[in-house]
Structures are given as C-alpha cells and as structure tokens.
C-alpha cells in the first residue's frame, strides 16, 4: 500500500508540475503576442507619421497640422521622431516646419500630460518642453521643477534653462541649494544649454537672494558659465563665515578676475578650514601664479595631510621655481605623485 500511495503522490505532483508549465507557457506566449503587435504597431505608427512629416516638407508653405490624426498624438512617438529628424536631418525642409510642428501638436499634449499622476507621463512632457523654446509653458514647467521624480526634475530643469524662465530658474537653484555638492553636481547638467540670458537671471538672484545656500549654488553653476567680468560685490561672499558659501565664491572669483583673485587666494591658504586651504591651493595651481611661491611652500608643513600633498603637486606644476622650492624645504615630497587635476565633477 505504502508503494502505491508513494507513486500516486508523485503522479500527482507531476500532472501539477506539467499543468502549472503548461499555464505559464500559454501566458508568456500571449505575452510575447501582445508585445510583438505592440511594438510593431509603435513601428508602422512612426513610419506614417515620418511620411507625414516628409510629406509636408515639400510644400511647407501648405503645411496644415489641424489634419493631423488624433490616433498618431502619442508624445513618446512624437519626440522620438522629432529627434531622430534633428539628428539625421532626413528632411531638407524640415526647420521650416518644425517650430510649428512641436508648437501645436508637441507642446498641447505635453501640457496635458505634464499634471498627470502616472510619473512617465510627466517624464515625457518635461522632455518634450526641452525641444522649442517658447509657448505658453512656463507654468507646467515650473510644476514639473518640484516634481518628486528626479529623471522629471533633470528634464524639466533643462527646459526651465532653455525657455529663460526666471521663476523655473530660481525654483531650480533652490531645490538645488537644499542638496548636498554631490548631488548638486549631477543637477548641473540641465545647464547644459546656459545662455547669457541664463547668466543674467543668476546675476539677478545674486543681487537680491542673502540666503548662503543659494548663493553658494548660484556660484557653482556659474563655475561652469563664466561670461564677462562680474559685476556685483563679491566681498562679503568672499570672506563669509559660511564655508560653502566661501568655496563657491573663491572657486569662481578665480575664472573671471584672476589678477585679483590672486591675492584673495594667497590670504586663504591661512583659513582655518581645510576645504577652503584646499581651494585656494588649487585655484592658484590653475592660475599659474608663480608669485605665490613662497605662499605655497608654508602650506608643506600644514597641519593637513591632503593640504600639504596638495601644495607639493601646486609648486610641481609651477616649473624650476617650484621644484626647488620643494626640494629646499621637502625633499622628501619630491617623490609623491599625486594629481587631482584630472578630477571631473567634484567639488574642486
């Protein structure tokens, strides 16, 4: 009895087995059905809507949108092929009608969906704001700068920077200000497409916002800008007490006004902050400034390990003068080779 029992348990447990099997195999391959016609209907959708483009091109001057079916107003599709257009420059007329195009099919989808609860859909609107500057979208933008998704925020930002949007900019900067450098540096990318009318919101904020943490951003975006001599005073951002506020300001004081960044540079090597001693060392290394010799050899005997590897790298760069310099005071630094300069999106 037992081996009967035993062999109608595993009977059972494999007819189980191969149902379950059987199951699955018949919802994958519904599955994979369903994504095939899914995809190659994505397919012959974007082949009509390329011919219709191309179509149009060749009397742009006729170019009616309002016979633009409904059923091909898919905004991934829509910017993908816009794109891909750009890119490729398949249409020799296609400048003619692209302003057009995105202004009044693009950008009314977008703004439907940039107030949307599905996040992908918010995702493609701010996309979508990045392609054409102008329409009215600058209050989707803005509701899309405070959105929660970080990929929204990055794609929404650029828009706010490509549209000149002051309000969308100073929303940015001040999203930014509550983050830490890191995270900060990856927010800089949707300055990408920094103009001087971009240059001359942040001057605007400068004049007017006292709070550090947003001067100090303004300051880091504008590192990566630098457009003309600076002119707002830069004193008391210089000499702050807040330390990020002061790194900010020395790192960009160096790039547009170096004779007088100098100076500033060379009484910082003394800051009892580590970060801003490091600063400093570096922004003279950039400089060049050979009359900071002797400046720089103090900081070999600094009470800091990264700032006294940091002046021995600042006088190797400076030639003979700062080699021996080095080896009057630390030989033994002479056999350090340490180099920061090929560092990318820290916080130098």
Partial sequence: MGTKYFFAENILIAESFFIALIVLLTYLSKSYYVLKNTITQKIRLKIQIENFLKSATLKPHNFNLSIFPKNWQRLDL???????TDSTNTFNEWTKIRAGFIKKIIFPLARNMAIRRNWISRLYAARAFCLLKGGANEEYII?????KIPLVFLYAARAAVIHDSEKAIFSIIKKMASESWTEQSIFLQAFDDFTN?????????????????????????LCEHVSGPIKWDMTQDLTSKNSRLKIAALKFYAKPEPDSAIPVLIANLKDPEVE???IALHRLQMLKAKQ??????????DSDWW??????????SLGKEGADAIAAHKPELEKVDFNFTHLKNTWW
Avoid: F, G, W
Avoid at 143 to 147: A, G, P, W
């Fill in 78 to 84: 829509l910017i993908e092929v816009t794109q891909e």
């Fill in 143 to 147: 509701k899309l700068t405070n959105d």
């Fill in 276 to 278: 801003v001693r490091l």
């Fill in 307 to 316: 700032v006294r590897i940091s002046a021995c790298e600042a006088l190797k």
């Fill in 292 to 301: 900071a010799i002797s400046e720089i050899t103090v900081c070999l005997d």
């Fill in 197 to 221: 009318q971009t240059y001359s919101i942040i001057e605007k904020i400068l004049a007017t916002e006292m709070s550090p943490n947003i001067r100090s951003t303004c300051y880091e975006i």
